[in-house]
């Protein structure tokens, strides 16, 4: 089956995908969680993060949200310059974002039933399509296709620093790229969510002292 594209031209021009700051300063991060990409980025695996801009009195100038996925090419209490991009990320998707390194394994997973495959008229690589729940046919309508993270031997890895299961259970729409079996590191992506339109900046936020 052929793939479907996403957006328009006129839909992806419009849509927000960077974060580029107006003012130098210090870069600040706040209640954002990150894990480190083998490229040395930090990737969010949060959805309420935020960063600012303080200037040289601590105040701060710009705030803006951080959408999951993100890739951050600064680090906390970095000295910034203005122009700078600092976050960037797929407008249109949402990512699941490897959160420990592993072999991933899919988990009902049947093709025709729960997930469908489609081709890229371009590319010609396949994805599988998670099915809807009310396109599905009788014997798929109680499945959750997931994906999860094992070791070496097929143990189950958790995300670290917790007891949860690196176990991540997709939604209708979502496209997975990968193959079962694959060798992950931190930060990788595994599987992107269609229909993604994050929030990026508050509105009518005005700077505020010592934003720490």
């Known amino acids: ?5 996403v957006g328009g031209v006129a839909s992806r021009s419009a849509a927000a995908d960077s974060i580029e700051v107006k003012s130098s300063g210090v870069l600040r991060l706040h209640n954002i969680k990150t894990v480190q990409h083998a490229s040395g980025n930090l990737i969010a695996v949060s959805s309420s993060g935020e960063l600012t801009v ?4 601590g105040r701060g100038r710009e705030r803006y949200k951080v959408p999951y996925g993100a890739t951050l090419t600064v680090q906390d209490n970095m000295p910034i310059q203005a122009g700078k991009t600092v976050a960037t990320w797929d407008p249109h998707t949402r990512p699941v974002i490897t959160e420990v390194a592993g072999i991933l394994r899919f988990v009902e997973f049947v093709e025709g039933v729960s997930v469908k495959r489609e081709t890229d008229d371009m590319t010609g690589l396949s994805s599988l399509v998670v099915l809807d729940p009310k396109q599905r046919p009788a014997a798929g309508k109680d499945l959750r296709p997931k994906v999860k993270l094992v070791g ?7 995300i670290a620093g917790s007891n949860r299961p690196a176990h991540y259970v997709l939604t209708a729409k979502t496209v997975v790229s990968l193959a079962d079996g694959a060798q992950l590191g931190v930060g990788d992506v595994i599987a992107r969510a269609l229909g993604y339109q994050p929030q990026l900046i508050h509105p009518n936020w005005t700077p505020q002292l010592n934003c720490h």
């Open 1 to 5: 089956m052929r793939t479907f594209h």
């Open 152 to 158: 070496e031997n097929g143990e189950d890895l958790n």
């Open 54 to 57: 303080a200037d040289s009195l």
